[in-house]
């Protein structure tokens, strides 16, 4: 059994681990921190995982706590994994982080969008980002992974196949992209209560968001050169989801778009390719670690329109860090993940 612990357990990417490594064969959560929560059972907090944990309890632990487990994730804001992941690295333990502490590769440019100086730049050359879809060879042998953001998650790959093969003119890309409000943690703010979020879509950071780096960064590395990349995101009323519809114009039309992306994707237990005219909906991914995606090209015109769904906290998050850990530990891809999403 792999030992876990996980740093920032009562957040929403902290509970999806804690639901998905429940039923995990080949895991168990032993540390779970709270700082807030700290000596209540995550079973008293959390109904729905009442028998699975009966009395696993929220700490502030030591180091050497974490470090007694073969894996900590980082379900944290950012910085917070920035100070520990070095003490627990050289420990031995391997670190799964789901904030974006390790995810651009320029620590100037992390400075830069999320206001505060890089904490662990030194580490920034081994750190591996945690997208199986492009990373699995390097993500086995990796002791520090960034996983990617929700967005990113939708948007890369919603693009990755037209990028790669040169078919989409980089001097133009666009993602318009909707959340759930759950993509904005749990913490208390005014923007997710009810009255404001329950009825209302709102774009937001769209003069510039701290994501937009990091689908830039993921593009170039595949397409070998800088792409111009668009990205406009909306809150919507959902709990959970991420939808994406990315727009680019093609460069080669006689291209059989829907075949290249079956082909592009044929492997990936976590991409489902729809058939041609069907869309993607966030309902379809709610609770599922999977990315459905529909590719059309309207009227043979010469913009093609790639949509992606999946949900923020599954795929877009926890889903995705368990996928990781998998791959790292050498265990089935899909262990603890074979979950249904649930319609309605
Ligand atoms: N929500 C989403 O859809 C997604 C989130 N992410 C990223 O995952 C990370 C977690 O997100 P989310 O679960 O939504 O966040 P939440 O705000 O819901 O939870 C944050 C958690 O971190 C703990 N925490 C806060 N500050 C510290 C600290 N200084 N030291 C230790 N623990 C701390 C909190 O517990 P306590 O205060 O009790 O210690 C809480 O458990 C973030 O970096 C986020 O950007 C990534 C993809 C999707
Ligand atoms: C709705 C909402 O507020 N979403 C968050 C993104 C959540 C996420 O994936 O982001 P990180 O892991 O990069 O923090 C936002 O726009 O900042």
Redesign the pocket.
């Known amino acids: 059994m792999i030992k876990v612990a996980i740093?920032?357990?009562?957040?929403?990417?902290?509970?999806?681990l804690l639901r998905l490594l429940a039923l995990h064969p080949h895991a168990r959560v032993e540390v779970i921190?709270?700082?807030?929560?700290?000596g209540v059972r995550v079973a008293d907090m959390y109904p729905n995982l009442r028998e699975h944990y009966p009395i696993l309890t929220?700490s502030?632990p030591e180091v050497e706590t974490l470090t007694a487990c073969d894996v900590v994730f980082?379900?944290?804001?950012?910085?917070?994994a920035h100070s520990l992941a070095d003490e627990i690295l050289q420990a031995g333990t391997r670190v799964i982080d789901?904030?974006?502490?390790f995810r651009l590769e320029d620590s100037e440019e992390w400075t830069q969008w999320y206001g505060q100086p890089h904490g662990a730049p030194h580490l920034l050359s081994e750190a591996v980002y945690g997208l199986p879809e492009v990373n699995r060879d390097v993500i086995k042998d990796a002791r520090l992974v960034a996983?990617?953001?929700?967005y990113p998650t939708a948007v890369q790959l919603a693009l990755l196949p037209l990028v790669e093969q040169g078919l989409a003119d980089p001097k133009q890309i666009i993602a318009s992209c909707a959340?759930?409000v759950?993509?904005?943690?749990?913490?208390t703010k005014l923007g997710s209560l009810f009255c404001e979020a329950g009825e209302n879509m709102v774009a937001y950071g769209v003069n510039g968001h701290r994501h937009l780096p990091e689908i830039k960064q993921g593009l170039r590395r595949v397409a070998g050169k800088s792409v111009n990349l668009t990205f406009v995101p909306h809150l919507v009323p959902m709990i959970?989801g991420i939808h994406a519809t990315t727009y680019a114009t093609v460069t080669d039309h006689s291209v059989d778009l829907q075949a290249l992306y079956e082909q592009y994707y044929r492997d990936e237990p976590f991409v489902d390719i729809l058939p041609a005219g069907v869309f993607p909906q966030t309902r379809s991914v709610k609770g599922a670690n999977m990315c459905r995606i529909a590719v059309q090209r309207p009227q043979n015109g010469d913009v093609v329109v790639v949509m992606a769904a999946i949900d923020?906290?599954v795929k877009?998050?926890s889903g995705q860090a368990v996928q990781n850990m998998n791959i790292m530990f050498g265990l089935e891809e899909n262990s603890g993940l074979q979950t249904v999403a649930l319609i309605p």
Request: overall charge negative; aromatic content about 6%; glycine content about 24%.
């Open positions: 740093v920032g357990g009562t957040g929403y990417t902290g509970v999806e921190t709270s700082r807030s929560e700290e929220f502030v980082f379900a944290t804001p950012h910085g917070v789901l904030s974006a502490d996983v990617p953001g929700c959340s759930g759950s993509g904005a943690g749990r913490g959970r923020n906290l877009g998050a």
